[in-house]
């Protein structure tokens, strides 16, 4: 399998709002930047968006360290939480609906094709393409 680095940042000017999202994907010291947005969203989505646009760009399965200061998109699937949403039909451990299950599942089968390892970085503190991700994912938001 090949092996991928992915960082990825969503941002919003206000939660709902215009929003971004950016990856930067490493491979082999080859680095490619994607970025895209939308003018009605949350920064919980464009975080989403981010690792599910990553993912997406990898032509056959991959072993994938993918990097965000996402605390929602790190917990929910190394803590197991996606998977007891789906298996509850959607439903958190209070009862109350999962958020953003069109995302979860996009991604639940991108999750299947990779073996990717969610790591979390603490945003901006000065993780350089943490950075650089949320650079691209604001600029992309400012021009909407």
Known sequence: MKKVEIYTDGACSENPGKGGWAAV????GKEKEISGGSGDTTNNR????AVIEALKQLREPCSVELTTDSKYVCDAVNK????????NGWKKSDRKP????DLWEELLPL?????????WVKGHNGH?????????????????
């Open 25 to 28: 994907l490493v491979y082999k």
């Open 46 to 49: 464009m975080e989403l968006t």
């Open 80 to 87: 197991g939480w996606l998977y007891s949403w789906k298996k």
């Open 98 to 101: 999962a958020l953003n299950v």
């Open 111 to 119: 999750l299947e094709k990779h073996n990717v390892n969610f790591n």
């Open 128 to 144: 350089p393409y943490n950075e650089r991700c949320d650079r691209l994912a604001v600029d992309y938001y400012s021009h909407l």
